[in-house]
Each structure stands twice: as structure tokens, then as C-alpha cells.
């Protein structure tokens, strides 16, 4: 079973600068979700969407953040500008109510892609 | 205060070690309760979910306390390969299934 693609894996760019990240989730997974790591702390989520509609962006900055995805699959997740303390690894997660992995059934286990690490100059 | 909280580490253990990882949650509506594994560099990948009635997985034991509103895991027999970051999270089903992660505790097993 293929798992949560994300691209890119790295980016580097200075302040004020945009960046946007794209992330494929697992075939057939409606939920998805976009959580931003700080080095030391816990992924933070930032938001969730349940096909193409969005269930919890509570936590999402929505004066430089922004996410959409458009077709209830793929999703891009974008900073316009970015600051320095943006810097942190932005994972993308997927699941489904009752999904499948390695062929034991886990109720509403979330599925974590490889992750962007984003770096602001 | 955050809403879940985990022992400050690193831990650092020789090989054979009992190792117990401790968390708490201030939030009495969290309904299910996880602990994800983090190794370096990579994702976070699910470990174990904890149950009420305590659950065990090989050399790994998971307590839950609603009371208490604490969770643990005990490590037994410590490998080298169970060095990683280990993740206490808590999820709220009545907001959508909402993880929400401590900041996570670094295991370091020796030779």
C-alpha cells in the first residue's frame, strides 16, 4: 500500500519569500490533515479537511497560511510571506474511519507523510 | 499549560532496561489515546493505542487513568532500536478527530 506522499522534502528560502507544499494522500483516505513541527515540540495541526471541505482550521495563521484542496484528493499548503519562525517540518496525515495497515484494521489511525522541512533565512 | 504534557528528557538507558514514559492531559473530553513513535528525522508512525483496561504489545505496556487523566508506557527489555522520540497524543472525537500531541519524550539506548 502506497503511503502519504508530500513534495517537497526540503526548501530553503529567506523571509518575506512564498513557498507552497504539496502532499498526496492514501488512496481512499477522505481526511486530511496539514500539522506544522517546531525542533523539540509535537506536530501542531494546523488544518483539517474531510474531502474538500475544511473541518478545523482553528489553528491555521490565515493572514500568510493558506490550503486547499480543490478535488477532495491532493492538497497544497502555502506560506505568502513567510517568517522565521515559520521554520519547523510540515507533515501531511491521512485517514479514514476505518483504514487498513498491514492488514489489521485501526479505527481513525492517522497515516504521516515524510514530512517538508522548511527553512527561513 | 498545554494540553498534554510529557516527562521532560532525554532518557538515557543501558540495553535490558525498564524505561516508563509519563503524561498527562488536562482536557476531561479527550476520548482515545495514543502513543506515537518519532524517529529521527522522520514521521511520526503509530506505536500503540491505550485502553481503559491497559493494553500490552510485546515488551510494551500502555496504562490508561481517566481519573487521573494520566497515560503511561512502560518499556521492558529496552532495545538499541527503541531510541526515538516517543509522542503521548489525545484525541477528541467531538471535534472531528483532532490529535493533539505533547511534546514528546527522547528515548537513548546504550550498549
Known amino acids: 500500500e502506497a503511503g502519504v506522499a508530500q513534495s517537497p522534502r526540503y526548501k530553503i528560502i529567506e523571509k518575506r519569500q512564498s513557498v507552497a507544499f504539496w502532499c498526496n494522500p492514501i488512496?481512499?483516505?477522505?481526511?486530511l490533515y496539514w500539522y506544522q513541527q517546531i525542533l523539540g515540540q509535537g506536530p501542531k495541526l494546523l488544518i483539517q479537511?474531510?474531502?474538500?471541505?475544511?473541518?478545523?482550521d482553528s489553528q491555521l495563521p490565515k493572514d500568510r497560511f493558506s490550503a486547499e484542496r480543490l478535488k477532495g484528493v491532493d492538497s497544497t499548503l502555502k506560506i505568502q510571506p513567510a517568517k522565521l519562525e515559520d521554520s519547523a517540518v510540515y507533515l501531511c496525515?491521512?485517514?479514514?474511519?476505518?483504514?487498513?495497515?498491514?492488514?489489521?484494521?485501526?479505527?481513525?489511525?492517522?497515516?504521516f507523510g515524510p514530512g517538508t522541512r522548511l527553512t527561513v533565512l | 499549560r498545554k494540553e498534554v504534557e510529557q516527562d521532560p528528557g532525554p532518557f538515557n538507558v543501558p540495553e535490558g532496561a525498564t524505561v516508563a514514559f509519563n503524561c498527562t492531559y488536562s482536557?476531561?473530553?479527550?476520548?482515545?489515546f495514543f502513543w506515537y513513535r518519532q524517529d529521527c528525522r522522520k514521521e511520526p508512525k503509530l506505536l500503540m493505542s491505550?485502553?481503559?483496561s491497559g493494553n500490552e504489545d510485546g515488551r510494551f505496556t500502555a496504562q490508561l487513568n481517566r481519573a487521573s487523566q494520566y497515560i503511561s508506557l512502560l518499556i521492558r527489555d529496552s532495545k538499541l532500536s527503541d531510541s526515538a522520540t516517543y509522542l503521548c497524543?489525545?484525541?477528541?472525537?467531538?471535534?472531528?478527530?483532532?490529535?493533539?500531541f505533547g511534546q514528546g519524550t527522547e528515548l537513548s539506548v546504550k550498549p
Open positions: 496525515a491521512s485517514s479514514s474511519p476505518l483504514a487498513l495497515a498491514g492488514g489489521v484494521a485501526r479505527r481513525d489511525e492517522q497515516f
Open positions: 488512496s481512499g483516505h477522505a481526511t
Open positions: 479537511f474531510q474531502n474538500n471541505g475544511v473541518v478545523d
Open positions: 482536557n476531561s473530553a479527550s476520548q482515545s
Open positions: 491505550v485502553y481503559s
Open positions: 497524543v489525545v484525541n477528541r472525537r467531538n471535534q472531528g478527530g483532532k490529535l493533539i
